[in-house]
């Protein structure tokens, strides 16, 4: 016998009838999605891995989560990602049966009636897909000047109105989605790197905001740009949804202070900065870190000696994604 008790029994999937083709499966999902059946939506995804239309699956699943009425559910996209990778390292044949459980359960579950500010963002965000979307079919301008700092002005506004304005603009004026990517995960960790650590400031919204902006580099990969664009405003409803934290705004352009760590070279440094960490020295490892690589050391030897720290005390399983 199971020492947790007698295991829960699970059906055996099966596959749809024929005839069955791709575009009625679509259908079905969506529309099982918005009823909250994960159940029928596993077996529909089933059905597509056996009529043999792999590559249309992730990319459906990633446009299937980026709707409006998604907003606020930041790990769907995270998660997707993740079973992303899962599928890229093992192949379908592996890890199709958790892939179709886990992402139907994500796209499938059910959505109470959302509160003010979610319910309008959502009609707003309605309202203005119809002309991004027409931009993306249209084509982009070339090279178009992007105020960086401006458009962070705006998403940490705390008026989600003015925030989904910024984003629309952005979009329609065709600044490069990984540009637009790299300004939402560079917030995030400013965010993230000017909170206290002395008091519980909300540490698990702000590294869902990184992880979030950090997964749209997967969503561009695996479900194209059109869908990663609506996925920015996921990511400007996160922030918005976490004002209640009051981090002040500061542009990115803004340079880190430029002194140097004062040791005697690149491994005293880093030792210096995992030390700091292991004995929970928080007060003095966010300056290590700047003056460490102000000195011109190498992050990537820092970030993988910080992840070796952190797997030792198996404390942090979360950060480790972001």
Known sequence: PHPGGRRSGRLEVVPL???????????????????????????????????????????????CTVEPRWLGFANNLIYLGYLSEIIDTFGWGKSSELSFNLSAKLVGRRLGEPERFRRDAVLLMGEMLPAIEAAARNGMPAAPEYDEDAFVRALVSVDIRKSFEAVRNVLEAGVDLHRVITTLVLMAADRMGRTPVNVDAGWEQLTTELNLAAALRT??????RQVAAKGVFHAAWQVFANRWINIPYRPLSEPPKAVALDVAGEDSGMALVVHSIKTLNYQEVGGQVVGYLNAGFSGERLLQEMGRAILWDDTSSRI???
């Open 219 to 224: 969503v561009v990969r695996k479900g194209g």
């Open 320 to 322: 480790l994604p972001a």
């Open 17 to 63: 009838p024929s005839p069955v083709t791709w575009d009625r499966i679509a259908t079905w999902v969506r529309m099982f999605s918005r009823d909250g059946q994960a159940g029928r939506i596993e077996r529909c995804l089933f059905t597509a891995h056996r009529l043999g239309e792999e590559d249309r699956i992730l990319p459906f699943l990633f446009d």
